[in-house]
C-alpha cells in the first residue's frame, strides 16, 4: 500500500515515512527506487543518509552516490544548484533520502534552513522528495514551526496486517518446497510471538530452515517454532529489534504498562514517582510515548 501511495502520486506532493528501526523503511524505499526508475516521468535519485551528520558530510555523499562534480561547501539555501548537476534526461528529479533524522538534528540546530530549501524547491515543481526517518523526523513533522509541516503526505509504517504476514511465511516455503505440517498452528505461533512485526518473521523463518537443515529434516512443524522462539537467541533479538532504540524511561513504561496497558500521562507519572521513585516531567513522558508508539510498541 506504501509503495503503491507513493508511486501514484509523488508527482504532486513529496513524501515523508516514518516508523521504528528494522519495520521495513529501507526496504520500501529502495523498492520504490526501482519502479520509479522504470517510469519515464521520473528520475530517481537514492541516499543512504545514515552517516550523514552534516552539510558537508551531505555533499561528499551526493557528489560519491550520484556522480557529481565537487560542490565544495554546501549552501543549504542553495541546494537547487545541486540539481541542476544531475543527469538531464526528461522527468522529475525525485531525490530519495534514507535515515535523514542525524541530517535533520543538524539543520535544526541551524534553524532548518536545508529542509526549508527542500521544500521551497518541492513546491516550486522542480522536484520531489521521500524521507526516511525516526523520532527526530517524526517530531519536526507534527511541529507548526517547521518547514516540514504540512509539507509531505506522511506515511506511518508499522507491522504487518495477519493475511500479510501470514502469506510472507507460507508462500517463500512453498517456492522452496518445504512442507509445513499443521500450517495454522505453526503461523499464529509465529504471528502471535513476532505481533507480525516484518523483521521478526523473517528472523523466525530463516531459524526455523537452520534448525530443520542441521538436524537433517523435511519439513517445519509446531515443534520446530517452539524450539526457536523458545531460545535464548530469540528472546536476545527481540528485544534488539523491539527496544533498539529505547531509553531507559521508554523501558520502564512499557513495563509498567504490561499488567496495565491502558493508562494516562498522568497515570505513568504518579506511578513512576510514587513506586519507582522516578521524578520525571510529564513532557518527557509524553516524548517516551510518542516514540513508543511511532515504534508500534504502543498503541
Given amino acids: 500500500a506504501e509503495v503503491k501511495a507513493i508511486t501514484r ?28 526508475q522504470e517510469m519515464p516521468a521520473y528520475r530517481p535519485f537514492y541516499l543512504d543518509c545514515q552517516a550523514v551528520h552534516d552539510y558537508g558530510a551531505l555533499a561528499a555523499a551526493m557528489v560519491d552516490a550520484w556522480e557529481l562534480s565537487p560542490l565544495g561547501e554546501l549552501a543549504p539555501e542553495r541546494f537547487g544548484q545541486v540539481l541542476s548537476q544531475l543527469p538531464a534526461d526528461d522527468g522529475m528529479p525525485v531525490l530519495l533520502l534514507d535515515e535523514v533524522d542525524e541530517l535533520l538534528a543538524h539543520d535544526v540546530d541551524q534553524r532548518e534552513p536545508l529542509f526549508r530549501a527542500f521544500r521551497a524547491l518541492s513546491q516550486e515543481g522542480r522536484c ?31 507491522f504487518l496486517e495477519r493475511q500479510d504476514a501470514r502469506a510472507m511465511i507460507l508462500e517463500p516455503l512453498a517456492e522452496m518446497g518445504i512442507p509445513v505440517r499443521e500450517a495454522d498452528s505453526v503461523v499464529d505461533a509465529i504471528l502471535d510471538i513476532t505481533s507480525c512485526h516484518p523483521n521478526l518473521v523473517q528472523y523466525v ?16 512443524a509446531p515443534a520446530t517454532v517452539r524450539s526457536v522462539i523458545g531460545s535464548r ?67
Fill in 9 to 36: 502520486a509523488i508527482g504532486d506532493t513529496s513524501f515523508s515515512m516514518v516508523g521504528g528501526r528494522k519495520i521495513g523503511k529501507t526496504s520500501v524505499l529502495t523498492h520504490v527506487h526501482r519502479l520509479l
Fill in 233 to 299: 537467541f530469540f528472546v536476545d533479538y527481540y528485544l534488539s529489534i523491539t527496544w533498539g532504540s529505547a531509553t531507559a524511561l521508554e523501558k520502564i513504561i512499557t513495563l509498567l504498562m504490561v499488567d496495565q496497558p491502558l493508562v494516562t500521562v498522568h497515570d505513568l507519572v504518579d506511578r513512576l514517582r510514587a513506586q519507582h521513585a522516578l521524578y520525571v516531567s510529564r513532557e518527557e513522558v509524553v516524548a517516551a510515548l510518542d516514540h513508543l508508539v511511532l515504534c508500534s510498541v504502543l498503541d
Fill in 128 to 158: 520531489r522528495f521521500v524521507f526516511c526517518g525516526e523520532s527526530v523526523l517524526s517530531a519536526r513533522l507534527g511541529d507548526a514551526a517547521s518547514p516540514l509541516f504540512n509539507f509531505c503526505q506522511v506515511l506511518h509504517l508499522g
Fill in 205 to 220: 523463518c530463516q531459524q526455523m530452515l537452520v534448525q530443520i537443515n542441521d538436524q537433517g529434516e523435511r519439513e517445519i
